[in-house]
C-alpha cells in the first residue's frame, strides 16, 4: 500500500509539473510570438482623364466654341486602394462597348474605376483644376442596390468644398439623390440644352455594361458660368464609391473632363480640328490654376531624347513616339510610369498596377516560355505608352495612329490566328490590339510571332535612350 501511495505522488507531481510547463511555454510564446500588423494599404491607383477645352472660333451651334484635346490628361489617383479597386480599359468586355459608342469624345480614351469589396470606400481625386462641364457613366452588377456614388469638390489646401452629387444605386437605375442647387444635370445630352434632370430622378439603365453589369447613359454636369457662384474657381475634384454589403461591382468612366484655359501668346496657332465640329482657330493653354495635388508625384524619369516630331502630325506621318528596353525598366522598378498594364496570365487576365513591383518584376525579367518572353516585350511596350502620355494623350494617339514602318521593322506579313495579317504598313495600334487579344484567346501562337515585334521595338538597351531603329 506504501509503495502506491508513493508512486501516486509522484505520478500527481509529474502532472502538476507538465500543466505548469505548458502553462508557462503558452504565455512566454504570446508575449514573444510576432503579433499581426495592420493591413498595408492597397496598391496605388492612378486614372487618365482626357481633359478638353473650348476653341476660339465659335458658331451659332457652339456659342462657347468646339472642343479641343489637351495634349496631358486630367489625372485621378487612389492612394488607399482596397480590395477589389481597379482601373480598366474601355472596351466591350469591361464596359459594353468602345471609348466612342459609350459617349466618349473621338479620339480620346477614357478609362473606368471599378470597386468590388464589400462594406469598402474608394476615394479618388485630381489636382486643381477649373472646371467648365464634365461627362460620366455610370454602371453595376447585380448585389450593388444601395450603393452610392458621391462627386465632391475639394479645395486646394485640402479643406473640404462644395458637394456636387450623390447617386445611389437602384435595381433597375440610378437616383440622384443630392444634387448641388448651382449645377445643371443632364442624361444624354453633352450639348447641356434642353430639358435638365433633378434631384430625386431615377435614371434607368441604357445598356449592358458587359463585365460591368449595366451602365447609364452618358452624364453631364453643367458649371455655372456665374462669377459668384461657389463651383468656380479652383478645386480638386473628388469620386468616392461606396459599397454595400453584398458581392458586386460599380463602376464610374469619367469620358471627359471640360477645364477652363486662359489664352496666352501663340494659342491662336495651335494646330488641330475640334471634336465636336471640326472647327479650328486653335485653343487656349495657359493654366489658370496652381498645380496643387493630394498626392506626391514620383520623381521623373530622365529628360526624354527628342522624338522625331511632336505628335501633331496626321495618321499617315510618322508620329513616333520613344521606347526603351524591358532591361531598362527592370533596373528602374521604383520609377515606372503610373498606370496600368495587361499581363498574360496575372490577375485574371485584368490590367495589373504598375505600382505593383513584385509582378511587374517578374514580368519585365522573362524567361523561357513563349508567354514569359512575350509578357517581357509586351510589358515594356505598355510602359513606354504610359511614358508618352497614356491613354487621353493626343501624342500617344497620333503614334498608334502611325504604321509600323515609323521605327524601320523588318519582318515579313504575318498573318495571326485571328484572321489579322501585320506587316510593316500596319498601325502601331494594331499591334497592341492584337497583343491582348493574344491574351484573351491565350493563343501562344500569336504570342510568339508578336514578341518578335515588340523585341525589335523596344531593343535591348539597358540605358535610358530611345530605340530608334533609323
Known sequence: ???????????????????????????????????PQPAHAAEFLRLNIPAVTHGFEKTSQLPNGDLFLLPDPMQMAVTDAPEGTKVFPISYESFGGDSQSIGALPGTAPQ??????????????????????????????QGTTGDTVRFFL??????????????????N???????????????????ANGPSTHQGD????????????????????????????????????????????????TSVVVTDIVVNRNRVTGDENNTGAGLLRSLRGGFPTGFPCK????????????????VPNNGQGGGDQCNAICYRSPQYFKLNLDRLPHGTVLIAGMNGNHPVSTTNKRVMGMALAGGY??????????????????????????????????KLSCYNLKFEDITLT????????????????????????????DQIELTKIFDQINGNNPLGVCNYLW
Open 1 to 35: 500500500m506504501r509503495k502506491y501511495c508513493i508512486a501516486l505522488s509522484f505520478l500527481l507531481l509529474s502532472l502538476m509539473a507538465g500543466v505548469f510547463t505548458l502553462a508557462l511555454t503558452n504565455r512566454l510564446h504570446t508575449s514573444w510570438a510576432p503579433q
Open 173 to 191: 437605375g440610378v437616383e440622384v439623390t443630392q444634387l448641388h442647387s448651382e449645377l445643371m444635370f443632364f442624361v444624354n445630352n453633352r450639348y
Open 202 to 249: 431615377l435614371i434607368a439603365y441604357a445598356t449592358s455594361a458587359g463585365e460591368s453589369g449595366m451602365r447609364t447613359n452618358l452624364l453631364t454636369f453643367s458649371w455655372p458660368m456665374l462669377g459668384f457662384s461657389e463651383l468656380q474657381g479652383c478645386f480638386r475634384v473628388g469620386i468616392e464609391i461606396a459599397r454595400g454589403d453584398n458581392f458586386g461591382t
Open 291 to 306: 498645380a496643387e495635388c493630394p498626392f506626391t508625384p514620383d520623381p521623373p524619369l530622365p529628360p526624354l531624347p527628342p
Open 369 to 402: 516560355t513563349p508567354t514569359q518572353k512575350f509578357n517581357q516585350e509586351f510589358t515594356a511596350a505598355q510602359l513606354n505608352a504610359l511614358l508618352a502620355g497614356g491613354d487621353g494623350s493626343s501624342k500617344l494617339f497620333y503614334a498608334m495612329e502611325g
Open 418 to 445: 485571328s484572321g489579322v495579317t501585320l506587316s510593316p504598313d500596319s498601325q502601331l495600334k494594331e499591334l497592341y490590339q492584337q497583343a491582348r487579344l493574344s491574351i484573351a484567346n491565350n493563343s501562344i501562337a
Open 154 to 171: 475639394e479645395k486646394s489646401d485640402g479643406s473640404k468644398g462644395p458637394e456636387l452629387a450623390l447617386f445611389t444605386i437602384k435595381t
Open 112 to 141: 473606368g474605376l471599378a470597386s468590388s469589396a464589400p462594406n469598402s470606400k474608394v476615394l479618388a481625386k485630381t489636382c486643381s483644376e477649373s472646371i467648365w462641364d464634365g461627362n460620366f457613366v455610370l454602371a453595376a452588377t
